[in-house]
């Protein structure tokens, strides 16, 4: 089955730095790729995502990547704040019959003001 | 945030004692999914359900049981709950693939479930 390995597994930047999030996959059949925030006592929240046919998508301050032959994807935040603070998980899917998510260990993000 | 609630939303029970967690979405969705959160370890998918009665089992299922008696509601059942099954339980759901948000999870708030 699919593993998706997340680096790193905690991140410390200073407000209006810049943060990356990086996650490999194994199943070359994956071509849908989300992301996930979530706050302390939250439920994950969809950030954005991405699918195979594109190598590149972006939604204001938030930018992920994908390259299929190598089979990784990264989550790209500039001008971070504080309130970015925050857990993140990266995910695949490939379709399948079930709509199945798997999910990287998670990305504990601390923006320092 | 998408019409879902989980039930207990807390929850502390002893070794050996049965446990349904429940499920509730106003979404009409048809796929359901139940998953444990662990330090370190991410979401983990435990049974999903892609319609009333069928489900399939997912990354980690031993020890647990799911139904799904109508489209709303996805059921999750420890039948002896052990101490490492403490962990906290999301329920998430899904639109039917071609429609609207393929492939989008939406997650519910969870389920902190202790066992002593």
């Known amino acids: 089955g699919e593993n998706v390995e997340q680096h790193p597994s905690t991140l410390s930047v200073q407000e209006g730095d810049s943060a990356v999030i990086k996650c490999t996959y194994s199943d070359s059949a994956s071509n849908y790729f989300p992301w996930y925030k979530q706050e302390l006592g939250k439920r994950p929240q969809l950030i954005i995502d991405i699918r195979s046919n594109v190598g590149e998508k972006k939604d204001q301050r938030i930018a992920v990547t994908l390259n299929k032959t190598a089979k990784h994807f990264s989550l790209h935040i500039t001008e971070t704040q504080p309130e970015d603070s925050a857990v993140y998980f990266c995910?695949?899917?490939?379709?399948?019959?079930?709509?199945?998510?798997?999910f990287g260990g998670g990305t504990r993000l601390m923006v320092k003001p | 945030d998408a019409g879902i609630t989980q039930s207990p939303r807390h929850k502390v029970t002893e070794t050996g004692t049965p446990v349904t967690l429940r499920c509730h979405q106003t979404e009409n969705h048809r796929y359901m999914y139940w998953y444990r959160q662990d330090p370190g370890h991410g979401l983990r998918l435990i049974h999903y359900?892609?319609?009333?009665?069928?489900?399939d089992k997912g990354e980690v299922s031993d020890g647990y049981s799911v139904s799904r008696s109508k489209t709303e509601d996805f059921l999750l059942t420890l039948e002896s709950a052990t101490s490492s099954q403490t962990s906290v339980y999301f329920c998430a759901i899904s639109e039917t693939p071609g429609r609207g948000s393929y492939n989008e999870q939406f997650f519910g708030p969870g389920t902190r479930l202790t066992v002593l």
């Open positions: 995910a695949a899917s490939s379709g399948n019959a079930g709509n199945m998510l798997t």
């Open positions: 359900s892609y319609g009333v009665k069928d489900t």
